[in-house]
């Protein structure tokens, strides 16, 4: 029996560009903030304060900026390495080797450019999971099949 158009099965792959495209942003970003921070905090005047500002906002940068591009590279342990979508669930396989089902309220996010997509919903327990996945993170034919089957959940 052949598969309806609804239910698609696919592997995920790390997104080798799309990190460049991060380090590229993150990079002097984080070394920006964290430099002046250093600089004003130890010039021992007014702006202290400032410099205390500018370090934590760069340390927070760079956590946020180490998390997505570990995400892309497929590297954390709740990174979906695979999607299995049917009409009453839908199924990721986690790195770690965990099976995830989003089952109830259940919500999909595409962008305007068509290069990603956000994934939200609740598992079999009622926590809320959110999941963002890339275009460079399929293949071209699997990732259009995703989004159309994912368009009823909009």
Same mark, same amino acid.
């Given at each position: 029996?052949?598969?309806?158009w ?39 005047g ?12 760069g ?26 979508i ?27 450019a068509g290069?990603? &997509? ?6 079999e ?5 959110? &999941? ?5 993170? &399929?293949?071209?034919?699997? &990732? ?11």
């Amino acid at each position: 029996m052949a598969k309806r158009w609804e239910e698609v099965q696919c592997e995920l792959h790390a997104d080798k560009a799309g990190v460049l495209w991060d380090l590229l942003l993150y990079v002097p970003t984080v070394g920006f903030l964290l430099l002046m921070g250093v600089r004003l905090w130890y010039a021992h005047g007014d702006d202290e304060i400032v410099g205390q500002v500018l370090m934590f906002l760069g340390f927070f940068f760079l956590m946020v900026g180490g998390a997505r591009v570990m995400r892309r590279l497929l590297v954390m342990p709740s990174s979906p390495i695979a999607l299995d979508i049917n009409r009453e669930r839908i199924r990721l396989k986690q790195k770690n080797g965990q099976m995830l089902n989003l089952l109830k309220d259940i919500r999909f996010f595409a962008d305007h450019a068509g290069k990603s &997509f956000g994934l939200t919903g609740s598992d079999e327990y009622g926590v809320k999971k959110q &999941f963002v996945f890339h275009r460079n993170q &399929f293949n071209e034919a699997d &990732f259009d099949s995703v989004i159309k089957s994912l368009e009823r959940y909009k």
